[in-house]
């Protein structure tokens, strides 16, 4: 059983399913990226005693999100996200428990307004 396999068996844990839609530069770096290997990724949510919590802003991104990024192979799931949150931070973090699995279908802009006007009123 994968980490992802065990996440998504436990009752605690939150699952939801999302489609995302890419432009074709975006939709490519994601293929390429799943082709190298790294379809799975993380996002940590780094609260302080006060409950600060400590968002990046990445080239991707229009706005503030939570420090994250891929898995590299090997890696368990909670190291990825204290490596993450360390690279993206500079913070020094533990894992408490997970909250959320989210899983993403990546889609074309093109390809999603196709559907969205064959797809009946």
Do not use: C, H
């Not at 229009?62 to 890696?75: M, R, S, T, Y």
């Amino acid at each position: 059983m994968t980490g992802i396999d065990a996440l998504v068996a436990r009752d605690d844990v939150a699952r939801t399913a999302e489609s995302v839609p890419l432009s074709d530069a975006e939709f490519e770096t994601v293929r390429e990226n799943v082709e190298a290997g790294y379809e799975v990724s993380v996002g940590a949510f780094v609260r302080d005693d006060a409950g600060r919590v400590a968002l990046v802003r990445n080239r991707w991104s229009d706005g503030w999100v939570l420090p994250g990024g891929k898995v590299e192979p090997g890696e368990t799931l909670p190291g990825a996200a204290v490596r993450e949150a360390r690279e993206e931070t500079g913070l020094d973090v533990g894992v408490e428990r997970p909250l959320e699995v989210v899983e993403q279908t990546f889609v074309r802009e093109s390809e999603s307004e196709l559907i969205e006007r064959e797809s009946p009123a």
